[in-house]
């Protein structure tokens, strides 16, 4: 399973990560192209990404920072999360959210007074599965 994080800081990034990674412990990947400027390297890093087909391992991609990035990482069935709050400067004319397929998220394990549509990071590591179970079904 491939998901997607959108997060506003580095440090929530790594709470939400943090978080799978404890839950899909020695079967998790971070994906982290932000160091590497080439387009074309980084979509070659995405499509070598194991075991898209399987829950039990994550791979966990953080900020695409292009329009077709995001769309190959949704053409391979990945769950795109953005983190609830302001929007971070990655928001372009290239990366939007899809209100009808996207999730919206808090990266802490309990909050109160969230909107129906924002989920702690345990409710969005299950949502993620139910989404990805969805998508392998409509594939077959």
Do not use: W
Request: proline share 4%.
């Amino acid at each position: 399973m491939i998901i997607v994080l959108y997060a506003n800081t580095g440090e929530s990034l790594k709470k939400a990560f943090s978080y799978i990674e404890h839950q899909h412990a020695g079967l998790s990947a971070h994906v982290n192209l932000s160091r590497i400027g080439d387009i074309e390297l980084r979509i070659a890093q995405l499509n070598q990404i194991p075991d898209r087909k399987t829950e039990r391992r994550v791979t966990v991609v953080s900020n695409p920072q292009t329009g077709r990035e995001l769309a190959l990482l949704r053409d391979m069935g990945a769950v795109v999360c953005h983190q609830y709050g302001a929007l971070s400067p990655l928001y372009t004319t290239e990366i939007k959210i899809s209100p009808l397929h996207d999730l919206h998220y808090v990266p802490h394990l309990t909050f109160s007074g969230l909107p129906g549509h924002v989920f702690t990071v345990d409710e969005l590591l299950s949502e993620c599965k139910v989404k990805h179970r969805k998508f392998r079904q409509r594939a077959k």
